[in-house]
């Protein structure tokens, strides 16, 4: 299986540094020929030749690799952070990954920001609209910069963007045994588009008799998540709450170093990150949590058929966490490279 392998800016070369080593010790171990194919897109590659991502690089992604692992894009040189929004968002929509799939484990007890809460507690996952609402930039700005200035943001809602990742989250349901859905909306406030989802939902649901769907308005799930997280077991909203919310996901597993995802396209290539952006403050000093992004390589896994391989990877990070080798944003003393070398070595054991 070909993987392009895009490191990035920041933290994110320190941390899928760790991510490959983990890959190739369960290329090694399980026998999948992982080819590895690093990329140089990323902030310095933009301001050494001007160039974000080649001509022909969505096509190439999209037709010469099984899957894309990135690790983060944003640096402070790059004001606009033109490249990243190229490479990241242009690779979402250019590739259709309308899925934004975003698990969230709490990994230990001891992890959990909320009082009294354990991993009973907090284990759900999100399925965040990935290509459509208020990122697609459709807009403008009239007399900007003006006391009379106007800016307009306009959220797209399609049916059929409504429709498929709706349905996506009850198929998961269905495929893993669960059987709550809670879709997320504002459509007390905003009653063109999110009628559709209402409308959508309502529908996709009679389609799957044994879920129960649930709807809460985005502000009620916000305060549900921290309040009563054990309730959740799937939930869809759209891209700019599933954004929101994913971030509180990612407090409540133990913070951001520890919180993988997927943009998927189903039966096409995708591509997979954790979900932290670049921390510039911390790059290159040895101390970035390396979690999410090995999480987020076992979901690659996971998605590419290799489930075995996928619960290996998670059962041995899951192991680091209680055996104390973290970084020391979850309690660790242990370095990115020695939480990486850890994990790829009893990965690597079988
Ligand atoms: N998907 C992405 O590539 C992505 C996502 C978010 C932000 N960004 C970009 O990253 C840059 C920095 O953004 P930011 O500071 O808002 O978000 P950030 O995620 O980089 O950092 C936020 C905070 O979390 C901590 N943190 C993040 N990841 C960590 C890890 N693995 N281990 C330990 N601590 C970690 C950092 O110290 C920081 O305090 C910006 O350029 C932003 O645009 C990129």
């Not at 690089?57 to 990135?70: H, K, N, P, S």
């Not at 990122?135 to 307009?152: L, M, P, Q």
């Not at 709706?166 to 998961?172: D, K, L, P, Q, S």
């Not at 809460?216 to 549900?224: E, N, R, S, V």
């Amino acid at each position: 299986m070909r993987i392009a392998v895009i490191p990035g800016d920041g933290i994110g070369k320190d941390v899928t540094a760790e991510a490959v080593k983990v890959l190739e010790a369960v290329s090694r171990l399980s026998g999948v020929a992982l080819d590895l194919v690093r990329l140089p897109w990323s902030a310095d590659h933009y301001l050494a030749t001007g160039e974000t991502l080649p001509a022909d690089g969505y096509r190439m992604l999209r037709d010469e690799f099984a899957a894309i692992f990135v690790g983060a894009l944003g640096d402070p040189r790059v004001a606009d952070n033109r490249h990243a929004r190229d490479i990241l968002l242009g690779t979402r929509f250019e590739l259709d990954l309308y899925v934004n799939y975003r698990p969230v484990r709490l990994l230990a007890d001891r992890l959990s920001p909320l009082k009294d809460r354990t991993r009973a507690d907090i284990n759900f996952v999100v399925f965040r609209e990935n290509t459509e609402g208020v990122y697609v930039s459709i807009g403008g700005r009239f007399k900007a910069g003006t006391d009379d200035e106007i800016a307009i943001q306009e959220e797209i809602n399609t049916y059929k963007g409504v429709h498929r990742i709706i349905r996506h989250a009850f198929e998961y349901a269905r495929t893993h045994g669960l059987t709550k859905v809670c879709m997320a909306d504002k459509s007390n406030a905003m009653q063109q588009g999110h009628a559709l989802w209402q409308r959508v939902f309502k529908q996709v649901a009679t389609e799957f008799p044994g879920i129960s769907a649930t709807h809460l308005y985005i502000d009620a799930l916000a305060m549900f998540l921290v309040k009563d997280p054990g309730q959740f077991q799937v939930i869809v909203t759209n891209n700019l709450f599933g954004d929101i919310i994913t971030d509180i996901g990612g407090a409540l597993q133990g913070g951001l170093g520890m919180a993988a995802s997927g943009n998927i396209h189903p039966g096409r290539t995708s591509l997979f990150e954790p979900v932290h952006g670049s921390a510039p403050p911390l790059a290159g000093k040895n101390v970035a949590n390396p979690m999410g992004a090995i999480l987020s390589a076992a979901l690659m896994l996971e998605t590419l058929g290799r489930k075995e391989e996928a619960a290996r990877i998670e059962a041995v990070v899951e192991r680091a966490v209680h055996e104390g080798c973290g970084t020391p944003d979850i309690g660790g003393t242990l370095g990115t490279k020695e939480v990486g070398e850890w994990i790829a070595r009893e990965v690597g054991r079988g």
